[in-house]
T-cell receptor
Framework: DSGVTQTPKHLITATGQRVTLRCSPRSGDLSVYWYQQSLDQGLQFLIQYYNGEERAKGNILERFSAQQFPDLHSELNLSSLELGDSALYFC????????????FGQGTRLTVV | LAKTTQPISMDSYEGQEVNITCSHNNIATNDYITWYQQFPSQGPRFIIQGYKTKVTNEVASLFIPADRKSSTLSLPRVSLSDTAVYYCLVRGGTASKLTFGTGTRLQVTL
């Protein structure tokens, strides 16, 4: 158990809909990362937050947004969903913004039908 | 941003030592080298990290030559449960992203 909690574990929704994925980082970790992994694809870095502020941005679509709240949990919002958004979405956390050791959650499997 | 290159796949028999090499020619002075392991449908797991020479923990060893342009992850006596994808990452400084490459898919068989 990495200490990072992601909910829900599975999500099935229709095209055009909007969903919110939630991540609770390890106790004491200030940095949260979001990744997308499609079937048999690599991990695509989406965005990083540190202590409530956006720290780094990857190839995150404009239809996607994220935030980190004062209690350090984070949410990833995906809107106008398309079939191609079906993927595993991972959240990770680390103590500091530039740590190379990050702890990953078990992921949320999103299926868009 | 330092780019990494590693073999797409490797095969090994159980009980053998496996060495996976990662190339990172434009590594910066403040970059660390980190390796992760990922099983299917699970989040990656940190294995080991190093800056130079050799680092060893209970799971693996990491060898980094003096020029730091490559690194080798060594897994002693692999078992079937070591079948996974192994990622090499290079990262340093506050501006760099925790970016994963394509990884090396290791298949261990009897």
């Amino acid at each position: 158990d990495s200490g990072v909690t992601q909910t829900p574990k599975h999500l099935i929704t229709a095209t055009g809909q909007r969903v919110t994925l939630r991540c609770s980082p390890r106790s004491g970790d200030l940095s949260v990362y979001w990744y997308q992994q499609s079937l048999d694809q690599g991990l695509q870095f989406l965005i990083q937050y540190y202590n409530g502020e956006e720290r780094a941005k990857g190839n995150i679509l404009e239809r996607f947004s994220a935030q980190q709240f004062p209690d350090l949990h984070s949410e990833l919002n995906l809107s106008s969903l398309e079939l191609g958004d079906s993927a595993l979405y991972f959240c990770a956390s680390s103590v500091a913004a530039e740590n190379t050791e990050a702890f990953f959650g078990q992921g949320t499997r999103l299926t868009v039908v | 941003l330092a780019k990494t290159t590693q073999p797409i796949s490797m095969d090994s028999y159980e009980g053998q030592e496996v060495n996976i090499t990662c190339s990172h020619n434009n590594i910066a002075t403040n970059d660390y080298i980190t390796w992760y392991q990922q099983f299917p449908s699970q989040g990656p797991r940190f294995i080991i990290q190093g800056y130079k020479t050799k680092v060893t923990n209970e799971v693996a060893s990491l060898f980094i030559p003096a020029d730091r342009k490559s690194s080798t992850l060594s897994l002693p006596r692999v078992s079937l449960s070591d079948t996974a994808v192994y990622y090499c990452l290079v990262r340093g400084g506050t501006a760099s992203k925790l970016t994963f490459g394509t990884g090396t898919r290791l298949q261990v068989t009897l």
